[in-house]
């Protein structure tokens, strides 16, 4: 049985969905220069199409991005006092965010926690299981998302113009989204200063991790090969950051997963919907244990190089909400210090 198919089964005994499975020193940040890196010459300049203040600290933009090829939507999280200009942390979903609203706002309560900090947040929303990355070719299911030429050149230049930004920069994702957390660092090393990954799995080109890859994109209906080419190919070692482990160097990095042993967070929690909590709990902790694995062997090839970074590993958790939430207070004083 293939490695893919191998995965594919211990969800389906779980019964439940992947909800965003691929998803201490402290080194000191470089610098930075002022302002964001610029859009390619040869690329069409994005715009801010529409703005709408929901709340004093809270604003979706709507940018109309030449890559993507239509309006794509950010939430922006500004503080209640502080003076400017501002740092930017970018915020990354698993692959179960939704389409209306960073599940970081909503389930991750990041506005409250960045009311009292003196940066801008960063909230993309729509990014379910395409690794926030560039496609090599159209999907049936998911299209041809350019997701790193948004992020990392079309968006940082009007943030900082309409926000207020100092051009540094940190980059957090969970699940799916801490593996992309690493990709765009190691891919644009001198636009972040921090990089954070919360029960992700950075490296990517090994056969098992391709496997969690491809599950993960398969889950939301799309063909991983559209994203990277097929198995083994220079697509996935690009996007594997342990292909770059230099680009880290000097770099704030946190990095953290449970052991996928249930606790009580687990048991005092009531899941969404009408899944069984039983199913619920079993399904989070089959997927912790396996980010957990990958997350220790990008951590082991770090300390093997000499890059330091700062251990988040928990002894017990599961792939919920009730850990992450606390894990962001955690990880603030390591990637705050390049900001």
């Known amino acids: 049985m293939s490695v893919t198919k191998r995965l594919v089964t211990i969800l389906a005994v779980t019964g439940v969905a992947v909800a965003g499975l691929i998803a201490p ?14 859009p390619d010459a040869k690329h069409p300049v994005a715009k801010i199409a529409l703005t709408k203040k ?17 309006k794509v939507k950010v939430s922006v999280l500004t503080p209640r006092s502080g003076n400017g200009p501002r740092s930017t942390v970018y915020m990354l979903d698993g692959a179960g965010g939704t389409a209306e609203v960073s599940d970081w706002i909503t389930k991750g309560k990041a506005g409250e926690f960045f009311a009292s900090k003196n940066v801008n947040v960063v909230l993309p929303v729509g990014g379910a299981g395409t ?38 920069n940190a980059v957090v ?16 090393p001198k636009l972040y200063t921090g990089i954070a990954s919360l029960s ?12 969690y890859v491809r599950t993960t994109v398969g889950r939301a209906g799309g063909d991983a090969t559209n994203m990277w080419g097929p198995f ?4 996935w070692v690009s996007h594997d950051p342990t292909s770059n482990l230099d680009a880290l160097r000097g770099k704030n990095i946190f990095l953290s997963a449970g052991s996928g042993a249930i ?7 009531r899941p969404d919907g009408d899944v069984p909590k039983e199913a619920v709990t079993a399904s989070g902790s089959a997927l912790e244990l396996l980010t957990y694995r990958c997350s220790q062997q990008f951590a082991w090839q770090l300390r093997a190089n000499g890059i330091a970074f700062t251990d988040g590993f928990r002894f017990i958790g599961t792939h919920s909400w009730q850990y992450w939430r606390r894990d962001l207070p955690v990880l603030w004083p390591t990637i705050s210090r390049g900001l």
């Open 54 to 70: 929901l709340s004093a600290l809270r604003t979706d933009v709507w940018v109309n991005s030449p890559s993507m090829g239509g």
């Open 173 to 188: 994702g969970l699940s799916m989204g801490g593996q992309s957390a690493f990709a765009l660092a190691v891919r644009n």
């Open 131 to 168: 690794f926030y990355t560039d496609w090599i070719r159209r999907d049936r299911k998911l299209g041809k998302p350019m997701w790193e030429t948004f992020l990392t050149k079309e968006l940082p230049p009007l943030i900082d113009a309409r926000f207020n930004g100092t051009g540094r």
């Open 263 to 269: 606790g009580p967070l687990d048991l005092d929690t």
């Open 232 to 235: 083994g190919s220079k697509g």
């Open 200 to 211: 992700g799995c950075p490296p990517v080109s090994a056969p098992l991790n391709e496997g």
């Open 25 to 38: 020193a402290v080194g000191v940040a470089e610098a930075v220069p002022r302002t964001s890196i610029a």
